[in-house]
């Protein structure tokens, strides 16, 4: 588990820097850059928190990356079913995007000077819905096994923290048995 640990921030590092980095696109807008810079170094600082944290086996600092991670991944989880769920969720995921692709106005655009009749124009939107799903579900599988990463690190955190604190323990029980046979010395004066 261990090396899951290592590569989940390693990689989650990797994108986030990218991300922070997309603002550089010439077709990306300057005024989400700064919102989009702000998330992501904090996203790319939780994975240099994890990625120490599992290196030198620092349970406190595991956590913090899989809270902050799993923060994250809330938001692309919900964004990601929002191009699949007819609803609305901006209200409960304010800080991405919701995206609306038309398909229909896709269609119009491809047709346009080639005067392919209406019958067409309906596969291609259906051909368009066909691939949205399916790129949608492929996200959606992907998104549960980092979800499955996700947890199995803090599951693994958890069970640093529970060896350290059993450590300690044995330490801690180790000196009381010292301390203790110091004191039976002294009073039977062996």
């Not at 901006?90 to 005067?115: K, M, Q, T």
């Not at 955190?157 to 004191?183: I, P, S, T």
Request: a neutral charge; one cysteine or more.
């Amino acid at each position: 588990m261990r090396f899951l640990a290592i590569v989940l921030p390693a990689l989650t590092l990797c994108t986030h820097t990218l991300l922070a980095l997309s603002f550089i696109l010439p077709s990306a807008n300057p005024d989400r850059a700064l919102f989009s810079i702000t998330y992501n170094l904090l996203a790319g600082s939780a994975s240099i928190l994890g990625l120490v944290g599992a290196i030198r086996l620092k349970p406190s600092l595991v956590s913090a990356y899989t809270l902050v991670h799993t923060t994250t991944l809330s938001f692309a989880t919900i964004a990601l079913v929002n191009m699949i769920m007819p609803f609305d969720f901006r209200l409960l995921n304010p800080v991405i995007p919701s995206y609306r692709i038309d398909e229909i106005a896709i269609c119009h655009d491809i047709d346009a000077g080639f005067g392919w009749d209406e019958n067409w124009l309906v596969k291609c939107s259906k051909s368009f819905t066909i691939v949205k799903l399916s790129a949608a579900c492929v996200g959606l599988v992907l998104m549960l096994a980092q979800w499955w990463a996700l947890m199995t690190v803090r599951r693994w955190g958890k069970e640093l923290r529970f060896q350290r604190f059993g450590e300690m323990d044995v330490e801690r029980d180790g000196a009381v048995h010292e301390k203790n046979d110091l004191m039976n010395s002294e009073k039977t004066g062996i």
